[in-house]
């Protein structure tokens, strides 16, 4: 399915409330060339966005339908922070260049647990989406495969008529 992956760029962007595509690049760990290339050609790189903006939702990013944040109970406070329960986690969303990530707080061990498995199980949805997309593909590709044999089959048969008809033509 195609979709318009500049919007899912800008809404990130505008998500982390930042105002540039040098910052947001720099956010993200890449050059702002790259970033500029993704835009140009309607792509990203999935798996860099989903590990560096943590509270996206992967389905969202695969599709752009649904929300856009994850469904675990996390929201962005002004300072940066993700809520989690009774834990926060700072960001470190810096755009100066260092991209530091800090834990803060006294209750992290269950709710970075649970973060951990519904990261697991958003990745384990994104692997099965994987793997369905290369099951059609080889579908296709052996439907292909089968088209080509007959093909060239009715080709042989096509030249030996050919063939023949020449030598009684003679």
Known sequence: MKF????????????????TDADFARFLGIKPQTLSSWYSRNVF?????????VDID???LL??????LRNNS???TGDNNVQTGNSIVQQGINVSGDSNSSI???NVSGSRNTIQHNTLSEKDL???????????????IQDITKRNEKLQERLFELQDILLSSLKAGK
Not at 63 to 68: R, S
């Open 4 to 19: 318009d992956k500049e919007v899912i760029l800008s809404e990130i962007k505008s998500h982390y409330k930042i105002k």
């Open 45 to 53: 790189d999935i798996e860099l966005l989903y590990a560096k903006c």
């Open 58 to 60: 992967a389905n969202w």
């Open 63 to 68: 599709t752009g339908k649904g929300e856009m």
């Open 126 to 140: 994104l692997l099965a989406e994987k793997d369905e997309r290369i099951r059609e593909k080889d579908s296709i």
């Open 74 to 76: 996390q929201n962005i």
């Open 104 to 106: 803060v707080g006294s």
